[in-house]
């Protein structure tokens, strides 16, 4: 049977200016696989697509410059998990983040990020399309699938979803061709999905009754103005809640919905940010970067760094110095 051409992530690759290469050793045949142009950088992006349903993708790729990426969108929604990684989109700015889920939405909307040089970015994502998510689950649960948009949002950003880490590192791994490969690609499609809503109807946040009124959303950009200058140091809940002029309770769930992130989330990335910034331009020690972004204990520090982009500050620096 002849192979389906990509529709869903083509301007992606049209973009970086993939092209079609042979499979690797370690990727499924029943897939395509796609590599950047030499003086872009190294590695492969692999997908399998049931047309018109679903895409699953593995993506190994290390560039040799910063790359701004943008184009056009079509309807979407997503989960990707990347192991390494250092970029973040632009519209609105939101950093992508190693070892987490990442929930992601596309109704057409432009997408703009920029990828960082040298960094491996390792990961795999899982895209439906709404001819699943709409047509094919509808007729075949009707009036019984929930929001799905909203369940993927839900998910954004959670890194204790061990169940769905593991179906997509299987994912990534089988070697299958034939009825079987369609099989199990159609069956962890299914299974992440499950998973994902699952995982939504034990979220019990606070939920406000109606829409952020314009004074919330002052009092909001208030706080994450503060954040913003006061990143580094002991920030107190109880100085936000003033600040926003609201409780603890409604403030977690209302910054949330806005930004993206939990407040500790947002202060984390602000940290995170700089001390990418200090590892490549300056030679400053690991131990002073910390204390500099705020954090008292180096171990704290390099453990969160690498949770957040796959690698520790010193693996970081080297990769980021290296001349190509």
């Not at 250092?86 to 987490?100: D, F, G, Q, W």
Request: aromatic letters at 14%; glycine letters at 6%; charged letters at 25%.
């Amino acid at each position: 049977m002849e192979k389906q051409t990509l529709k869903l992530s083509q301007p992606f690759l049209d973009e970086i200016g993939f092209h079609p290469c042979a499979c690797k050793p370690n990727l499924n045949l029943e897939g395509l696989c796609y590599e950047p142009p030499e003086e872009l950088g190294e590695g492969y992006y692999w997908y399998y697509e049931k047309e018109g349903m679903f895409t699953v993708g593995v993506i190994d790729l290390r560039l040799k410059e910063d790359k701004l990426v943008e184009y056009q969108q079509q309807p979407f929604i997503s989960i990707n998990y990347y192991y390494t990684v250092s970029a973040e989109e632009l519209a609105p700015y939101k950093r992508i983040n190693a070892n987490c889920i990442r929930g992601h939405v596309s109704n057409g909307e432009l997408f703009r990020a920029r990828y960082h040089k040298n960094v491996p970015m390792h990961g795999i994502d899982l895209m439906l399309m709404p001819g699943y998510y709409h047509d094919y689950l509808e007729q075949k649960y009707p009036g019984e699938f929930p929001d799905p948009q909203a369940a993927f949002r839900s998910i954004d950003g959670v890194t204790d979803f061990p169940e769905l880490v593991l179906l997509m590192r299987q994912i990534q791994t089988f070697q299958g061709t034939g009825i079987s490969a369609h099989l199990f690609y159609e069956s962890k499609v299914s299974e992440a999905l499950s998973l994902i809503i699952e995982k939504t109807k034990q979220d019990t946040g606070f939920i406000p009754s109606g829409e952020l009124s314009k004074e919330d959303l002052m009092n909001l950009d208030a706080v994450k103005s503060y954040i913003e200058d006061h990143f580094a140091f002991d920030i107190r809940t109880d100085q936000l809640t003033k600040i926003a002029c609201m409780g603890q309770t409604k403030l977690r769930y209302s910054f949330k919905k806005l930004y993206g992130y939990t407040i500790t989330e947002y202060i984390q990335n602000k940290r995170i940010a700089h001390a990418e910034y200090m590892l490549v331009a300056t030679d400053f020690p690991v131990r002073q970067i910390a204390e500099a972004v705020g954090y008292h204990h180096p171990g704290r520090f390099s453990g969160l760094f690498q949770r957040t982009t796959g690698l520790f500050p010193d693996e970081y620096r080297r990769l980021m110095q290296q001349k190509e």
